[in-house]
Nanobody, 124 residues
Framework: QVQLVESGGGLMQAGGSLSLSCAASGRLFSTYAMGWFRQAPGKEREFVATISGSGRSTVYSDSVKGRFTISRDNAKNTVYLRMNSLKPEDTAVYYC?????????????????WGQGTQVTVSS
């Protein structure tokens, strides 16, 4: 069982930057691939970025590629999402997720463990 706690959300103007963190409980953090997903009001939850257990492999959605960076520190049991050049359409609740495999994956259904979410609001 993995418990996840996100932090770092907030309000930012368009063009600004924010960093999110997700702290995981439990052992063997490096055996879990991690993902970030987001859900805007009235929309389905969507994939943002994923990172393999080792951190060597990352995948991004087309909407954030080149602007967001996912990373992890396995010694600290933490995964990060650095968000640059923020746009109003990035406004959403951002969720951290873990899956029972070290292989990165973009499908929401492959993730068994979820955090409570953190709000990111980007004003124009």
């Amino acid at each position: 069982q993995v418990q996840l706690v996100e932090s770092g959300g907030g309000l930012m103007q368009a063009g600004g930057s924010l960093s999110l963190s997700c702290a995981a409980s439990g052992r063997l953090f490096s055996t879990y691939a991690m993902g970030w997903f987001r859900q805007a009001p009235g929309k389905e939850r969507e994939f943002v970025a994923t990172i393999s257990g080792s951190g060597r492999s990352t995948v991004y959605s087309d909407s954030v590629k080149g602007r967001f960076t996912i990373s992890r520190d396995n010694a600290k049991n933490t995964v990060y999402l650095r968000m640059n050049s923020l746009k109003p359409e990035d406004t959403a609740v951002y969720y951290c997720a873990a899956r029972d495999s070290a292989w990165a994956a973009s499908e929401l259904k492959r993730y068994a463990y979820w955090g409570q979410g953190t709000q990111v609001t980007v004003s124009s």
